[in-house]
C-alpha cells in the first residue's frame, strides 16, 4: 500500500504525478525532451537506457512499463531481455553498448562513471551530447525509481498493464493526457 | 576537467552543464524552483536542508554546498553552519519532525525499497502529512538525479564554503530560473 493516499486507478508513477502536477510539470518536460525530443540516439535507444537503470534500481513498476515502451518501439522483445542480463551479447551498436555501461555506472553512484567508460563510448563514436543524455537519463531514472518505491506505490502483476502503458508512451510519450485520466477508472485495463 | 567539453569550463557544477544543454537546463531549474521555492508545507529552509544533507550522503561537494548555503541564508545562520550538516544537526535547530523527514530522505538516498512504514509512521508522528512525506521523497530522490548529473559528467566545485556564500543567497533569494539560459549562452 502506498504511503500516502494516491488515486487507485493510477498505479506507480502515474498517481505521484497526478497527486502533485505542480512538481509533475517540470518531471514531464524533462523526461518528454529527453526521451522524444530530437536527438542522434531513437527513442527506443533511449527507452533502453529507462529499462537498464530501472532494471538495475530494481523498480519493477518502471522496469515493467520501459521495458514494454522499448520492446513496442523496438517491435521484438529479446534485445530488452538480453540486455538486463549482459549488455555485451546485446544486438545494439557499439556506441550504445558504451552509453548503457555509462548508465549503468550512474545508477551505481554519482562517482562511479569513469574517464575509461566516457574514452571508451567516445572510440565508439558517441558524441558529446550523446553521453551527457545517457548520464541525465540515468539520472532521471534514479530519480524516478526512488519516487515510486520510495513511496511504495502499486505494480501491478498483470502484464497486460504495462502492454497498455508502454504503447500510451509510445503514442503520447511524456506529456500529462490533455483530458486527464478520468477514462482509465472505467475500464481494469489503460486504453 | 569534466567528461564532455563544455562551453566555458569556468564555470563550475550544474552550472557548466547548463550552459552546456539549455534545452535540459530550462526544466532542471523550473524542477529545482518548484521543489525548493514552490508550495509546501515545508519552508524553503527545511527543504534546502533535505537538499544539502541528501547531496553529502552522495559525496557531491557542489550541491551538498551551495544548497547547504541557501539553507544557511533562509535560516539566518552564518555559513560556517554548513559543517553542522555533517556533525549531524547539532547546532542547527531543527525540528523533530524535520529530522524524521531527514531519516526518510537518507533512506531515499540509498534506494526508494529502504523507506519503510516504520520511517513514515515516525513522520507521521512527529507531525508529517501526507505532503510533507511526498515532497521529501521527491526532493531526496530529484537530488539523486542532479548529483549524478554533475558528478557523473565529472564537473569541478570550489572547495571552501565562501565560494558559495552568494551562489547560497542568489538561490534562496532570487530562485533557480534566473535568466533565460539560452540568452545566457550567446553571452558566453
Request: hydrophobic share 40%.
Amino acid at each position: 500500500m502506498p504511503h500516502i493516499p494516491l488515486p487507485e486507478h493510477l498505479p506507480g508513477i502515474t498517481g505521484l504525478l497526478e497527486y502533485s502536477r505542480v512538481t509533475a510539470e517540470p518531471i514531464r518536460l524533462l523526461t518528454q525532451f529527453i526521451l522524444r525530443g530530437e536527438n542522434s540516439l531513437s527513442p527506443a535507444e533511449r527507452e533502453l537506457i529507462a529499462t537498464i537503470v530501472s532494471h538495475n534500481n530494481e523498480c519493477r513498476f518502471c522496469t515493467a512499463a520501459h521495458t514494454a515502451a522499448a520492446d513496442l518501439l523496438l517491435g521484438e522483445t529479446e534485445t530488452c531481455e538480453i540486455m538486463k542480463q549482459d549488455i555485451d551479447a546485446t544486438p545494439v551498436s557499439d556506441k550504445m553498448k558504451a552509453l548503457l555501461k555509462i548508465a549503468k555506472q550512474v545508477q551505481v553512484s554519482c562517482k562511479a562513471v569513469t574517464a575509461e567508460s566516457v574514452a571508451n563510448a567516445r572510440t565508439q563514436g558517441a558524441t558529446d551530447t550523446e553521453i551527457h543524455d545517457t548520464v541525465l537519463i540515468a539520472g532521471l531514472f534514479c530519480l524516478y525509481n526512488r519516487y515510486v518505491d520510495g513511496m511504495a506505490t502499486v505494480a501491478p502483476a498483470d502484464p497486460q498493464f504495462y502492454t497498455g502503458l508502454g504503447q500510451r508512451l509510445v503514442d503520447h510519450g511524456y506529456n500529462r493526457l490533455p483530458n486527464g485520466y478520468d477514462h482509465l477508472k472505467k475500464h481494469s485495463q489503460p486504453s | 576537467m569534466a567528461h564532455i567539453a563544455l562551453p566555458d569550463e569556468s564555470l563550475p557544477g550544474i552550472v557548466g552543464l547548463f550552459h552546456f544543454r539549455p534545452e535540459t537546463a530550462g526544466p532542471l531549474q523550473l524542477l529545482a524552483e518548484t521543489l525548493l521555492r514552490g508550495e509546501s508545507p515545508l519552508t524553503s529552509g527545511e527543504r534546502e536542508l533535505i537538499a544539502s544533507y541528501v547531496s553529502l550522503l552522495n559525496d557531491t561537494h557542489f550541491c551538498h554546498t551551495s544548497h547547504g548555503s541557501a539553507a544557511m541564508a533562509h535560516l539566518g545562520y552564518d555559513l560556517s553552519l554548513i559543517d553542522d550538516i555533517k556533525n549531524g544537526f547539532q547546532q542547527i535547530d531543527i525540528s523533530p519532525k524535520l529530522r524524521a523527514l531527514l531519516n526518510i530522505a537518507a533512506k531515499v538516498q540509498k534506494s526508494g525499497k529502504a523507506v519503510t512504514d516504520e520511517d513514515i509512521a515516525a513522520a507521521r508522528a512527529k507531525g508529517a502529512g501526507d505532503k510533507e512525506i511526498h515532497d521529501t521523497v521527491l526532493i531526496a530522490a530529484a537530488f539523486c538525479m542532479f548529483n549524478r548529473y554533475v558528478d557523473g559528467l565529472g564537473t569541478w566545485a570550489p572547495q571552501e564554503n565562501e565560494a558559495y556564500r552568494e551562489m547560497g543567497q542568489r538561490m534562496a533569494f532570487t530562485g533557480y530560473v534566473r535568466f533565460p539560459v539560452k540568452a545566457d549562452v550567446v553571452e558566453v
